[in-house]
C-alpha cells in the first residue's frame, strides 16, 4: 500500500488513538478527554535523561514521554517546545537503533496526539528524520516515512514550511532507500491536492535534485522521480523546468532528462485545468507571479507572519518595490539569473540552524527595531570605497571598526549573537595574507596541512587557526567549533551543522540575519561574498575535523565541503560578467584540504571512503584543474605507504 497510508502511523507511534486529532474548541472528546500540558507531565528532567551517556537512561527518558502520552490518553496541548524537539533530534543519530525508531515512534505520535506540527519545531527534526530513511532496516524507514506523514496529516502546511526546504539537502545522498522512500512519500502526500482544490506548493526547488534522481540507476528511484517531476512541472510551468533543463544539463544527462520532461508539456496543463492544479501561464524559475506576489513558500504567514518591511525572493531578484498591506511570505528560492539553476541548487539541508528560526530580520541594510546603524544587529550594506562600512577596512582584523565590533560583541547575550551571521566579514585582502604567509613558510612546495596526520602538527595548526577564526567568527559558532568540553564532538557537529545550514536553507538565512545569499551588484554584502572571503579558514577547520574520531562529525565536514562548492559553482555564475575567474578555488585554498580528503580514501568505514571518492573524483574536479588534481593525488594517495586502502 500507499507509504503515506494511515497503518503505517499507527503501527510506529504505539497505537496512537484515533481520537487524537483535531484539537478545535467543539471538539466534543474535550468534556471527556481534556488535552493536558506534556511538559507538566514529564517535568524538566528528562532533557538530562535525554542527553546521558547511558544507553538505558536515555530509554528511560524516552519511555517517559511515551509514558505521560498513554496517561494524557493521547490528548495534548500543541504547545510543545522546541527544546524538547531539539533533544529528540539527538536521538535521531543515536549509536542504539531501537532508540532512534522509539524517537521516530515519539515525533509521529507529538503531532498526532496534539493535532498540531507547528512548524518551527518541524524543521528542527526535519532533515534528521528524512536521513532515516537510508537506514537498512525497512522497520526504521517506515517509523520515518510515518513520522512525516503523522506532521502532513496534522498540519498539511508543515510540507511546504519544514519538510520541503529539507529535501534536495537529502537527495543530495545516493542512497536508493532513501530516495526512493522519500520520493514516494511526498508524491503520496502531494498528488491528492489538486484533486481536492488545494493548490501545489512552489516545488522550484526540487528541479536540480529531480535532475539527479530521475538518472539514478535505481527503477523504482527513477519511477518514483518521474512521480514528482509531474507535480513540479504543475507547481512551476513546463517553461521553468524545461528552461532549467536546458541551463544545466549536457550531453547524455540532458537527452535521457529531457522527454521525461517533455511528456508532462500538454498533459500537466489539461490536468491542471481540470483537476484544480494552478494553471496559470508557465512562467519562468526566478521570475515573479503573474500576480506579481510570491507564491507561498516555507514560510506561511498563518504560522510565521512576516513583516510588511521584508522582501520577498521575486522582489529581491527585481528590485520590485514592496507592496503594502501584504503578509507575503519569503519564497524558498535564492535565485540568480540562472534562474531555476540557483534556485533548486541554494535551497538545500535542514533545520533551524543553530538551535531554530529566531525572530524574523528586516531587508539588507535596514537596522533593526531601536537599533542604531552601526550598533550590533544593524548591517550595512558593502560599499566599495575604502573605509566605508563593511569594505575590507573597515573589517580588517585590528582597524578600530574591528576592535569596536569585537568589543560590543563580547557584551552579547547568546540570543543577540544567534541574529548574527556565522561569518561577520568580507575581508578578501586579509585572505590574501594568509595565502601569503602560508606559502612563503613552504619553499618546498610541501603545505604543513599535508601533515596533519601527525599529532604535534595538528596541534599546532589548530591552535594557529584558532586564532585566525575568532577574528571573523560569531563568537557563539567560534565557541562551538573549537570546544574543548566533556561532550566537544556534539559542539563540533553543532556548529558545522550552523554554518552549513546558513547557505543551504536560504530563506530562512535571508529572514534571519538580512542577506541574501548572493548580491545583485558587486558591492552589496552577502553570505556567499563572506563565507568565500573566508573559505580558506573553513577548509582547514574541515581538514582538522576530518582526523576526529567521531564518524557523525566526519560526515558532516563531508557535508560542509560539497555545499562549500556547489556554492563556489553558483558565485562563478552569478559572477560571470564581472569576474570570470574570481570564485575558482587556488592551489592555497584546495591545498588545504585536499591532502586530508586523500587520507580518508583510506577509511576503514566504506560509507566515508564512497563519500571521499565521489569529492574528488565529481566534484573538486569542477573547481580545480585535473592536472593539478592527478599530481596531488600521486604525492598524497599512490606514493602513501602508511595504508594500502588509500593506494587502491
Same mark, same amino acid.
Given at each position: 500500500?500507499?507509504?503515506?497510508?494511515?497503518?503505517?502511523?499507527?503501527?510506529?507511534?504505539?497505537?496512537?488513538?484515533?481520537?487524537?486529532?483535531?484539537?478545535?474548541?467543539?471538539?466534543?472528546?474535550?468534556?471527556?478527554?481534556?488535552?493536558?500540558?506534556?511538559?507538566?507531565?514529564?517535568?524538566?528532567?528528562?532533557?538530562?535523561?535525554?542527553?546521558?551517556?547511558?544507553?538505558?537512561?536515555?530509554? =528511560?527518558? #524516552?519511555?517517559?514521554?511515551? %509514558? !505521560?502520552?498513554?496517561?494524557? @490518553?493521547? *490528548? &495534548?496541548?500543541?504547545?510543545?517546545?522546541?527544546?524538547?524537539?531539539?533533544?529528540?533530534?539527538?536521538?535521531?543519530?543515536?549509536?542504539?537503533?531501537?532508540?532512534?525508531?522509539?524517537?521516530?515512534?515519539?515525533? =509521529?505520535? #507529538?503531532?498526532?496526539?496534539? %493535532? !498540531?506540527?507547528?512548524?518551527? @519545531?518541524? *524543521? &528542527?527534526?526535519?532533515?534528521?528524520?528524512?536521513?532515516?530513511?537510508?537506514?537498512?532496516?525497512?522497520?526504521?524507514?517506515?517509523?520515518?516515512?510515518?513520522?512525516?506523514?503523522?506532521?502532513?496529516?496534522?498540519?498539511?502546511?508543515?510540507?511546504?514550511?519544514a519538510v520541503l526546504p529539507a529535501i534536495p539537502s537529502a537527495l543530495a545522498d545516493i542512497s536508493p532507500e532513501l530516495r526512493l522512500s522519500l520520493l514516494q512519500w511526498l508524491a503520496d502526500v502531494l498528488a491528492p491536492r489538486?484533486?481536492?482544490?488545494?493548490?501545489?506548493?512552489?516545488?522550484?526547488?526540487?528541479?536540480?535534485?529531480?535532475?539527479?534522481?530521475?538518472?539514478?540507476?535505481?527503477?523504482?528511484?527513477?519511477?518514483?522521480?518521474?512521480?514528482?517531476l509531474e507535480l513540479t512541472v504543475a507547481s512551476c510551468g513546463f517553461e521553468a523546468v524545461h528552461d532549467a533543463c536546458e541551463m544545466q544539463l549536457r550531453g547524455a544527462?540532458?537527452?535521457?532528462?529531457?522527454?521525461?520532461?517533455?511528456e508532462f508539456r500538454h498533459t500537466v496543463g489539461a490536468a491542471a485545468s481540470s483537476g484544480g492544479m494552478d494553471a496559470g501561464p508557465p512562467r519562468r524559475a526566478g521570475a515573479p507571479p503573474a500576480s506579481g506576489r510570491a507564491r507561498p513558500g516555507p514560510a506561511d504567514s498563518t504560522t510565521s507572519p512576516i513583516p510588511d518591511t521584508v522582501m520577498t525572493a521575486?522582489?529581491?531578484?527585481?528590485?520590485?518595490?514592496?507592496?503594502?498591506g501584504r503578509p507575503g511570505p519569503t519564497a524558498a528560492m535564492s535565485s540568480s539569473g540562472a534562474g531555476a539553476t540557483a534556485a533548486a541548487a541554494s535551497a538545500v539541508s535542514g533545520p533551524g540552524m543553530l538551535r531554530r528560526p529566531m525572530a524574523v530580520r528586516r531587508p539588507v541594510g535596514a537596522p533593526a527595531s531601536g537599533v542604531p546603524a552601526g550598533a550590533p544587529g544593524a548591517r550595512p550594506l558593502m560599499r566599495s570605497a575604502r573605509g566605508q562600512p563593511g569594505s575590507a577596512d573597515a573589517q580588517r582584523p585590528g582597524t578600530p571598526s574591528s576592535l569596536s565590533m569585537a568589543s560590543q560583541m563580547a557584551r552579547m547575550s547568546n540570543e543577540e549573537l544567534e541574529g548574527i551571521p556565522p561569518i561577520l566579514d568580507c575581508d578578501f585582502r586579509a585572505k590574501e595574507q594568509r595565502a601569503r604567509r602560508d606559502m612563503s613558510a613552504n619553499p618546498n612546495s610541501v603545505p604543513r596541512w599535508a601533515h596533519l596526520g601527525d599529532g604535534r602538527v595538528r596541534g599546532d595548526l589548530e591552535a594557529?587557526?584558532?586564532?585566525?577564526?575568532?577574528?571573523?567568527?560569531?563568537?557563539?559558532?567560534?565557541?562551538?567549533?573549537?570546544?574543548?568540553?566533556?561532550?566537544?564532538?556534539?559542539?563540533?557537529?553543532?556548529?558545522?551543522?550552523?554554518?552549513?545550514?546558513?547557505?543551504?536553507?536560504?530563506?530562512?538565512?535571508?529572514?534571519r540575519f538580512g542577506l541574501p545569499l548572493f548580491a545583485d551588484l558587486a558591492d552589496e554584502d552577502s553570505l556567499a561574498s563572506r563565507y568565500m572571503a573566508n573559505i580558506d579558514l573553513l577548509l582547514k577547520y574541515i581538514s582538522i575535523r576530518m582526523y576526529d574520531g567521531s564518524?557523525?562529525?566526519?560526515?558532516?565536514?563531508?557535508?560542509?565541503?560539497?555545499?562549500?562548492?556547489?556554492?563556489?559553482?553558483?558565485?562563478?555564475?552569478?559572477?560571470?560578467?564581472?569576474?570570470?575567474?574570481?570564485?575558482?578555488?587556488?592551489?592555497?585554498?584546495?591545498?588545504?584540504?585536499?591532502?586530508?580528503?586523500?587520507?580518508?580514501?583510506?577509511?576503514?568505514?566504506?560509507?566515508?571512503?564512497?563519500?571521499?571518492?565521489?569529492?574528488?573524483?565529481?566534484?573538486?574536479?569542477?573547481?580545480?584543474?585535473?592536472?593539478?588534481?592527478?599530481?596531488?593525488?600521486?604525492?598524497?594517495?599512490?606514493?602513501?605507504?602508511?595504508?594500502?586502502?588509500?593506494?587502491?
Open positions: 500500500g500507499s507509504l503515506a497510508g494511515s497503518d503505517a502511523v499507527g503501527g510506529a507511534t504505539g497505537g496512537v488513538s484515533a481520537s487524537a486529532g483535531g484539537g478545535g474548541e467543539d471538539d466534543p472528546m474535550d468534556d471527556l478527554f481534556p488535552r493536558q500540558d506534556l511538559h507538566t507531565l514529564i517535568g524538566p528532567g528528562i532533557y538530562k535523561q535525554l542527553g546521558d551517556s547511558n544507553w538505558k537512561e536515555r530509554k =528511560a527518558g #524516552l519511555d517517559a514521554i511515551q %509514558g !505521560a502520552l498513554d496517561s494524557a @490518553n493521547h *490528548r &495534548i496541548l500543541p504547545n510543545i517546545s522546541g527544546d524538547l524537539y531539539t533533544a529528540l533530534k539527538q536521538r535521531l543519530q543515536d549509536a542504539n537503533k531501537n532508540l532512534i525508531t522509539v524517537t521516530l515512534g515519539l515525533l =509521529a505520535a #507529538l503531532s498526532t496526539d496534539s %493535532g !498540531a506540527a507547528q512548524a518551527p @519545531n518541524i *524543521r &528542527i527534526v526535519a532533515l534528521s528524520t528524512i536521513q532515516c530513511l537510508a537506514d537498512k532496516k525497512p522497520q526504521l524507514r517506515l517509523a520515518a516515512v510515518a513520522a512525516m506523514t503523522a506532521w502532513a496529516n496534522a498540519t498539511p502546511t508543515s510540507v511546504e514550511q489538486p484533486a481536492k482544490g488545494v493548490r501545489l506548493p512552489d516545488l522550484s526547488l526540487l528541479i536540480t535534485p529531480l535532475f539527479t534522481c530521475l538518472q539514478d540507476r535505481n527503477a523504482d528511484v527513477r519511477k518514483q522521480a518521474q512521480r514528482v544527462a540532458k537527452a535521457s532528462v529531457a522527454p521525461m520532461i517533455e521575486a522582489e529581491l531578484l527585481g528590485r520590485q518595490p514592496i507592496s503594502q594557529q587557526l584558532s586564532e585566525q577564526m575568532s577574528a571573523h567568527f560569531n563568537p557563539l559558532i567560534y565557541r562551538l567549533l573549537f570546544s574543548t568540553g566533556h561532550y566537544k564532538d556534539r559542539d563540533f557537529l553543532s556548529g558545522l551543522t550552523t554554518i552549513e545550514e546558513v547557505i543551504s536553507i536560504t530563506s530562512l538565512s535571508q529572514q564518524t557523525h562529525t566526519l560526515l558532516k565536514s563531508f557535508d560542509l565541503l560539497e555545499r562549500l562548492i556547489h556554492m563556489t559553482e553558483e558565485s562563478q555564475q552569478q559572477q560571470q560578467a564581472r569576474q570570470p575567474a574570481s570564485s575558482s578555488w587556488t592551489d592555497y585554498e584546495v591545498q588545504a584540504v585536499l591532502p586530508a580528503l586523500i587520507g580518508r580514501l583510506g577509511d576503514a568505514k566504506e560509507v566515508v571512503r564512497a563519500r571521499s571518492r565521489r569529492l574528488l573524483t565529481q566534484l573538486i574536479t569542477h573547481l580545480y584543474p585535473t592536472t593539478k588534481l592527478f599530481t596531488m593525488l600521486l604525492e598524497h594517495g599512490v606514493i602513501n605507504k602508511s595504508n594500502a586502502r588509500i593506494r587502491q
